[in-house]
């Protein structure tokens, strides 16, 4: 088709701003009629970020894709940028489309509807200096800078979706409903081997069998088909222990990053989406880092294709489960462990320069243990229903959390008359503030004692049923004690007195007379 990316062009010395991101998307989509060109939304500082939507025949439009996964095609959204200094992702996703429409007939399109979003943080990536992204290699004229326009890091944004970019995320995930969701970095960690590195649906606060699903089958058939198609070596993200793999510290553990729902792969597994989460070398040469991008995205596109009727099921049933509501154990603070045995890990002979680590170039392998399993530290039981009463002297704030739950998509009802139920209270036992500023938030850890009694709730309460297929995620985010729920974002702060009610019950019992809103 003869449309090439500003990486290209250059010959991988440049990186594309944000208008040719968008020019290059509108050629594809009038080359090709299977493409089309559609939106995320606007950015912070009012910048389109840009879809193009591949799939045959071509989709425009939500219901069109629901009528097509209901087809038995999976709907897949990747991303890339969302730290506007990794540009792997903005050259390789463009570059992928462009060679999936240059077939005769595309077969994964005929299975998959493919939504690329190359340039995430479109306001981040104008910010281009040669001091973004220090010791990255290329491209040598410079690149975006991580956060957005209003300093946020959008891959922290999960749960509090304060920013722009995450509002118009968030409204694709409700209205699209995506099987899996790719989202492209570059990581400057540790030293290693592998041109790219990756991970996947981890936090146990979502579905177990498509987090085994994840872990046992999905991604080690995307890496074999990887090292197949290229003869490079990819692993599962992570560091040596301490982020730099100081020499000091060891290497004896290989260590993935917490499984918070602030992260967006995270996130979608609340959701009950499957995640893959790419991470180039950065290290290594920027056209070796889109390559292995494009190829590694297009591996698992593949594989997604070939096991689509298993991931749907493994969606459907988890829907269902999720349907269900009360019962069963949900995890709302998670913590890390290792794997059984030892592994293998490709790296280099360090040096210790000015108190940093340094590879010396000479190659060594490591024999670590792979701590990136996580299992649940605090469960709790799924009720019924949570519940908010209404309080006229914080409605502000009660209708904030209201607001964040809907936007999240989760299903709010408001009872209609007063109710009598059997309901769990929790009494706060100490709410601790963190000593600094994160993402413009002093983030509070919560702990608190639950006691089960007779509740009357007012008409105009609001109703939260666990029994929908956003349940789980409902549960993570009104527990108190929840990692990373709305209670550490602030979000009920003004409750946060010790020996005082959180405003959040648990009804165990089904109520009935409450309408949808």
């Excluded at 939304?41 to 629901?66: K, M, N, Q, W, Y």
């Excluded at 009802?413 to 209270?425: G, K, N, S, T």
Aim: glycine share 8%; hydrophobic share 40%.
């Amino acid at each position: 088709m003869g449309l090439v990316t500003v990486a290209e062009r250059s010959d991988y010395r440049a990186t594309a701003r944000h208008a040719k991101v968008v020019e290059l998307l509108d050629q594809l989509a009038a080359a090709s009629p299977l493409a089309r060109r559609s939106s995320l939304g606007l950015s912070g500082e009012g910048r389109e970020i840009p879809l193009l939507i591949l799939a045959d025949p071509p989709v425009a439009t939500a219901a069109e894709a629901r009528a097509r996964a209901a087809e038995g095609a999976l709907v897949v959204l990747a991303i890339g940028n969302i730290h506007a200094g990794e540009v792997d992702g903005k050259e390789a996703l463009p570059m992928l489309a462009r060679e999936i429409l240059s077939e005769r007939r595309p077969a994964l399109l005929r299975d998959l509807v493919l939504v690329i979003a190359p340039i995430y943080n479109a306001d981040g990536n104008e910010q281009v200096s040669k001091d973004n992204r220090p010791g990255q290699n290329g491209p040598e004229e410079g690149m975006g800078r991580r956060e957005n326009a209003a300093g946020l890091d959008l891959n922290r944004d999960g749960i509090k979706a304060e920013a722009a970019e995450t509002a118009g995320l968030l409204k694709f995930f409700n209205e699209w409903d995506p099987d899996l969701f790719i989202d492209t970095h570059t990581t400057n960690g540790s030293y290693h081997r592998y041109i790219l590195t990756y991970s996947g649906v981890k936090s146990p606060a979502g579905d177990a069998a498509m987090l085994e699903h994840t872990r046992e089958r999905m991604m080690p058939e995307i890496a074999a088909a990887f090292r197949a198609r290229t003869g490079w070596e990819s692993f599962w993200y992570g560091n040596f222990e301490g982020e730099f793999g100081d020499a000091q510290r060891g290497h004896s553990r290989w260590e993935s990053f917490p499984a918070e729902g602030r992260f967006l792969t995270t996130y979608a597994g609340l959701r009950g989406t499957f995640s893959l989460l790419t991470e180039a070398y950065s290290y290594a040469p920027f056209r070796d880092r889109v390559v292995a991008t494009k190829e590694f995205v297009r591996c698992a596109l593949e594989c997604a294709a070939a096991n689509r009727r298993e991931i749907r099921r493994l969606i459907e049933e988890a829907e269902q489960q999720a349907r269900r509501g009360a019962g069963g154990a949900v995890a709302i603070r998670s913590k890390m462990v290792a794997r059984d045995g030892k592994f293998t890990l490709l790296g280099y002979e360090e040096e210790t320069v000015d108190g940093r680590s340094r590879s010396t170039g000479v190659i060594k392998d490591y024999q670590v243990e792979l701590w990136d399993r996580f299992i649940a530290e605090k469960e709790v039981a799924r009720p019924q229903a949570y519940a908010i009463r209404p309080d006229p002297a914080r409605s502000a704030e009660t209708a904030a959390v209201i607001a964040k739950l809907r936007q999240h998509g989760i299903r709010v009802e408001q009872l209609a008359a007063e109710r009598r139920v059997r309901a769990e209270v929790y009494t706060i036992r100490s709410a601790q503030s963190a000593s600094r500023k994160f993402q413009n938030h002093v983030l509070v850890r919560v702990r608190a004692d639950a006691a089960r009694r007779e509740e009357v709730l007012p008409g105009g309460t609001w109703i939260i049923p666990t029994g929908q297929p956003l349940g789980r995620l409902a549960v993570y985010l009104l527990e108190p004690e929840s990692e990373d729920g709305l209670a550490v974002w602030n979000y009920f702060d003004p409750w946060l007195t010790v020996g005082g009610e959180f405003p959040v019950y648990r009804v165990m019992e089904e109520v009935g007379g409450a309408a949808g809103s």
